[in-house]
């Protein structure tokens, strides 16, 4: 419900929702493509894909004449990021050195877990922002405190999920794991909590 937000936390707020549409691309992309061609991309995706499907849920488009809601995102966001990545993605094509020649997969570790350990991190505490200011309800704090436990225990709970996984099916715990764990809870919870 935007009634009485100012124009311009409106725009704040779907700019930065179209820029993390873009962000969700360059995880599928990294490595593989021209930095100008993805800002080129990232460009045509926030400028004009995006207002489109905002528009569609959140302007009166026709997803909300449906009936169709969206709280913080969850397929607004998600789901426009998601299927911009799988484009990329096909167009790319596997990552060299992806598959083995007789066709098997071999696993591309990362290369710093130092850092995606801390890009995780400030994630989960941003995250605390994202959740309860998306609520819109900053005047009421039992509902503000809520949602920031509820995101805190679904983070740990998918790390805890993912750690319990990894240690069953790879026989120890792995970092790179428990960092997707963790970063699945947090997506996971936005739109329920």
């Known amino acids: 419900n935007w009634t009485g937000v100012p124009l311009l936390a409106k725009f704040f707020f779907q700019l930065v929702f179209a820029a993390t549409a873009a962000t ?4 599928a992309v990294a490595e593989r493509i021209k930095f100008h061609s993805f800002l080129i991309f990232s460009f045509i ?13 959140w302007g009166g488009g026709w997803l909300a004449g449906l009936g169709f809601h969206d709280f913080a995102g969850s397929t607004v966001v998600h789901s426009v990021g998601g299927w911009a990545a799988l484009a990329g993605a096909i167009v790319l094509g596997a990552r060299k050195g992806k598959f083995l020649p007789d066709g098997r ?7 710093n877990m130092t850092s995606a350990a801390l ?7 941003g ?4 959740n309860p200011g998306s609520t819109m309800g900053v005047g009421d704090g039992s509902v503000m405190s809520h949602v920031i436990v509820t995101t805190n225990i679904s983070a740990a709970m998918g ?11 790879l026989k120890k715990p792995d970092l790179g794991m428990i960092l997707n764990g963790t970063l699945a809870g947090l997506v996971g919870i936005t739109a329920p909590c």
């Open 24 to 27: 969700i691309v360059s995880g």
């Open 45 to 57: 995706l926030v400028a004009f894909m995006y207002p489109f499907t905002g528009h569609w849920v």
């Open 105 to 111: 997969i071999k696993p591309i570790l990362g290369h």
């Open 119 to 125: 890009g995780t991190l400030i994630l989960w505490l």
């Open 127 to 130: 995250w605390f922002g994202f």
């Open 159 to 169: 790390a805890l999920a993912s750690t319990i996984t990894a240690w069953i099916i």
